[in-house]
């Protein structure tokens, strides 16, 4: 597009901007709809998910409840060659750090020069505890980093500016599904605690059935409350991280199973947190979106406070507990001080809307300002500009020659972001058949790496410690 169509086309940069979404599992889908939603109130919205083993499944989407004008899967070569074909304003990248070097190195291969190319945004999902470097240097060269509080922020400069790259993408926003109602405790309400578990803290079998035994003896100790086991995806489907012991088949090895009063759920989060009285984690993210409402929240210290398991992140919170605390009946509260300081408003700035839904005017960090405001600017500012600069990654064929291409190539792309031959398959010329053939292929293909991951690798590792 010449530039001066490109500016012209954006003369209203606010309304009906053609946004696209790529995201590699469902909780960055979640994440990256949304956060397209607040950047661009009602977008044309076009979603693609990045074939991989975290392809979220139908079920899992739906969970999610985030809905697209149109959602596909595709591979990182066919995703660059759509972006070059349909001219998009704005590109969303809710992607594992890789993936989304992956694509802005494509993205400079297709436009090496000033251009009229679409703004690039990307960020985090949640909490960031871990590979925080690596991470951050993987999504260097995009229009806007997207930090979810004053405190990542910070964090995201240091580290630009620790490498001497550029850190005036960093822009202070907020996560996008902190939203929902004020936690307000009523008499004749029952008391509801909800454990919300992660796929991969803590990792191993023991841990993860003590922690579940634990919340089955909670359960005991208090009849008159209802305990939920929050689960995030179902055995054999995958979220962000892997989950090779679902606590579905550890709750069958408890002896007597499970009280009454205590049992596994799905869900949309916010939805479970309309009726929960008490948040219990060992680090989700799941701790921030109850702390926003003002729902007492515990992050637990049973397996210590250890960077291993994230809830480090959570020092000076208030929230740091034990089992044996909650079930003497403690409900830890945030400290206001530091949840300013994650971009948590606490009770006063939750709003009335589902976290699931809400696309706009989510409350942010402090007096119940709008958290996007200034990343809304920022993307004004440059979908204005006549052209963009080209992307410009820290990570080069100077700066990292034995890190990247490695990077690229599991992305089928070559050391210059060009892809591969091959790379690229357009299915116009398929048969109907043969489009069904691949598809269910492929399916097979990921059951069998899910199947690796949970049962064969587990009972492989048990059988080498004989």
Same mark, same amino acid.
């Given at each position: 597009?010449?530039?001066?169509?490109?500016?012209?086309?954006?003369? /209203?940069?606010?309304?009906?901007?053609?946004?696209?979404?790529?995201?590699?599992?469902?909780?960055?889908?979640?994440?990256?709809? $949304?956060?397209?939603?607040?950047?661009?109130?009602?977008?044309?919205?076009?979603?693609?998910? @990045?074939?991989?083993?975290?392809?979220?499944?139908?079920?899992? @989407?739906?969970?999610?409840?985030?809905?697209?004008?149109?959602?596909?899967?595709?591979?990182?070569? !066919?995703?660059?060659? %759509?972006?070059?074909?349909?001219?998009?304003?704005?590109?969303?990248?809710?992607?594992?750090?890789?993936?989304?070097?992956?694509?802005?190195?494509?993205?400079?291969?297709?436009?090496?020069?000033?251009?009229?190319?679409?703004?690039?945004?990307?960020?985090?999902? +949640?909490?960031?505890?871990?590979?925080?470097?690596?991470?951050?240097?993987?999504?260097? +060269?995009?229009?806007?980093?997207?930090?979810?509080?004053?405190?990542?922020?910070?964090?995201?400069?240091?580290?630009?500016?620790?490498?001497?790259?550029?850190?005036?993408?960093?822009?202070?926003?907020?996560?996008?599904?902190?939203?929902?109602?004020?936690?307000?405790?009523?008499?004749?309400?029952?008391?509801?605690?909800?454990?919300?578990? !992660?796929?991969?803290?803590?990792?191993?079998?023991?841990?993860?059935?003590?922690?579940? %035994?634990?919340?089955?003896?909670?359960?005991?100790?208090?009849?008159?409350?209802?305990?939920?086991?929050?689960?995030?995806?179902?055995?054999?489907? /995958?979220?962000?991280?892997?989950?090779?012991?679902?606590?579905?088949?550890?709750?069958?090895?408890?002896?007597?199973?499970?009280?009454?009063?205590?049992?596994?759920?799905?869900?949309?989060?916010? %939805?479970?947190?309309?009726?929960?009285?008490? $948040?219990?984690?060992?680090?989700?993210?799941?701790?921030?979106?109850?702390? /926003?409402? +003002?729902?007492?929240?515990?992050?637990?210290?049973?397996?210590?406070?250890?960077?291993? $398991?994230?809830?480090? /992140?959570?020092?000076?919170?208030?929230?740091?507990?034990?089992?044996?605390?909650?079930?003497?009946?403690?409900?830890? !509260?945030?400290?206001?001080?530091?949840?300013?300081? !994650?971009?948590?408003? +606490?009770?006063?700035?939750?709003?009335?809307?589902?976290?699931?839904?809400?696309?706009?005017?989510?409350?942010?960090?402090?007096?119940?300002?709008?958290?996007?405001?200034?990343?809304?600017?920022?993307?004004?500012?440059?979908?204005?500009?006549?052209?963009?600069?080209?992307?410009?990654?820290?990570?080069?064929?100077?700066?990292?020659?034995?890190? @990247?291409?490695?990077?690229?190539?599991?992305?089928?792309?070559?050391?210059?972001?060009?892809?591969?031959?091959?790379?690229?398959?357009?299915?116009?010329?398929?048969?109907?058949?043969?489009?069904?053939?691949?598809?269910? @292929?492929?399916?097979?293909?990921?059951?069998?790496?899910?199947?690796?991951?949970?049962?064969?690798?587990?009972?492989?590792?048990?059988?080498? %410690?004989?």
């Amino acid at each position: 597009m010449p530039a001066s169509n490109r500016a012209a086309s954006r003369s /209203h940069p606010r309304t009906a901007l053609r946004v696209a979404v790529l995201a590699d599992s469902d909780t960055r889908w979640k994440w990256g709809a $949304l956060t397209a939603r607040r950047l661009a109130p009602e977008p044309h919205l076009t979603g693609f998910l @990045l074939r991989g083993r975290a392809t979220p499944t139908a079920r899992q @989407l739906g969970e999610v409840g985030v809905r697209a004008d149109r959602l596909s899967e595709v591979t990182c070569a !066919q995703f660059l060659a %759509e972006i070059e074909r349909e001219k998009y304003d704005v590109v969303v990248l809710a992607l594992v750090g890789g993936a989304v070097q992956a694509v802005l190195h494509g993205v400079r291969a297709l436009w090496p020069e000033p251009a009229g190319r679409p703004v690039l945004v990307t960020g985090y999902v +949640g909490v960031v505890y871990e590979k925080l470097a690596d991470g951050l240097l993987l999504r260097h +060269g995009a229009d806007l980093v997207l930090a979810n509080s004053r405190y990542d922020a910070g964090r995201f400069r240091a580290v630009y500016a620790g490498v001497g790259a550029d850190a005036a993408a960093v822009t202070q926003t907020a996560l996008p599904f902190l939203d929902g109602a004020a936690y307000e405790k009523a008499g004749s309400r029952a008391h509801t605690v909800v454990f919300a578990v !992660q796929p991969s803290v803590p990792e191993s079998r023991a841990d993860r059935s003590y922690l579940l %035994e634990r919340a089955a003896r909670h359960a005991r100790l208090h009849p008159e409350r209802e305990v939920l086991i929050k689960l995030r995806s179902r055995p054999g489907e /995958h979220t962000t991280h892997l989950e090779e012991q679902p606590y579905q088949r550890l709750a069958e090895r408890i002896p007597g199973g499970l009280p009454a009063n205590c049992r596994l759920v799905y869900g949309n989060m916010g %939805e479970v947190l309309d009726g929960t009285d008490l $948040l219990v984690t060992v680090s989700s993210t799941a701790a921030l979106e109850s702390l /926003h409402r +003002g729902i007492p929240t515990a992050v637990l210290t049973d397996l210590g406070v250890r960077e291993v $398991l994230g809830n480090h /992140h959570f020092l000076g919170s208030g929230c740091l507990a034990s089992w044996d605390q909650l079930d003497a009946g403690l409900l830890p !509260q945030g400290d206001p001080e530091w949840l300013a300081d !994650q971009g948590v408003t +606490g009770a006063s700035g939750a709003s009335g809307a589902s976290g699931a839904s809400g696309a706009s005017g989510a409350s942010g960090a402090s007096g119940g300002e709008d958290p996007f405001t200034d990343a809304r600017a920022r993307l004004g500012e440059l979908l204005d500009l006549p052209v963009l600069p080209a992307v410009a990654p820290y990570y080069t064929q100077v700066t990292a020659p034995g890190y @990247l291409p490695g990077i690229l190539a599991r992305h089928h792309l070559a050391p210059d972001g060009t892809p591969l031959p091959g790379a690229v398959r357009e299915s116009g010329g398929e048969s109907r058949l043969r489009r069904w053939l691949r598809s269910h @292929l492929r399916e097979a293909a990921r059951g069998a790496y899910r199947h690796g991951v949970q049962r064969v690798a587990p009972m492989i590792r048990r059988m080498g %410690e004989l």
